[in-house]
């Protein structure tokens, strides 16, 4: 199943106003660059196809994978896929700490601690040869310090983001040049932000 994000990326480094598919859920890429389709809107950025990976046929599998690095950055991924001819699961687990969550300019953080989790399953079913039905799902959050800067060494700003997607796909084969294919989804975004306390 595609996923057509624009002007934005699928693993958003920057994760002040949104949470981001786990990389670990992604199969295949395509970015469009410069002046996109006329189908994409009036945009000018960019634009990426993505798709998902599938358990579809898959026998039980898994990974785990963890990580350290500097800065304080601690990293956990895990995935588990399973299937048969006409079904498959896959599901993506990812969290991530560090203490440059941002990655502000200064050489050393000031207050840039922060935390990221997301959870992302995608369920195929397929009762024939013609026929396949596919569900996306996703759930993530993002915490984290709002940086300091050497002149404001003193504030508390944070700020949390909780998001989740579900995006149902269907697809007929009518022959052996024609695809009908619809998609849905819907995503929510909820951004809270806590100011520094009165001094």
Not at 123 to 137: K, V
């Amino acid at each position: 199943q595609h996923i057509t994000i624009i002007n934005n990326t699928i693993h958003n480094r920057k994760k002040s106003f949104s949470t981001s598919v786990p990389s670990a859920g992604i199969q295949s890429m395509e970015v469009i660059s410069g002046s996109p389709a006329a189908e994409y809107g009036d945009k000018t950025s960019r634009v990426i196809n993505a798709t998902t990976r599938s358990g579809l046929g898959q026998k039980l599998t898994g990974d785990f994978l963890a990580k350290y690095g500097s800065f304080g950055t601690l990293g956990e991924e895990a995935t588990l896929a399973a299937g048969a001819s006409r079904w498959g699961n896959f599901t993506a687990v990812n969290t991530e700490r560090s203490g440059r969550f941002l990655d502000t300019p200064e050489f050393w953080p000031m207050h840039d601690a922060g935390n990221t989790a997301a959870v992302f399953d995608r369920a195929d079913y397929q009762p024939s040869g013609r026929d396949a039905f596919h569900l996306n799902l996703m759930a993530s959050r993002n915490w984290f310090q709002v940086p300091n800067t050497y002149d404001q060494p003193n504030q508390d700003q944070r700020q949390q983001v909780v998001s989740f997607n579900i995006a149902p796909g269907y697809q007929h084969t009518l022959d052996s040049r024609t695809l009908f294919s619809i998609h849905a989804f819907t995503r929510r975004d909820q951004v809270d932000y806590y100011p520094s306390r009165d001094m």
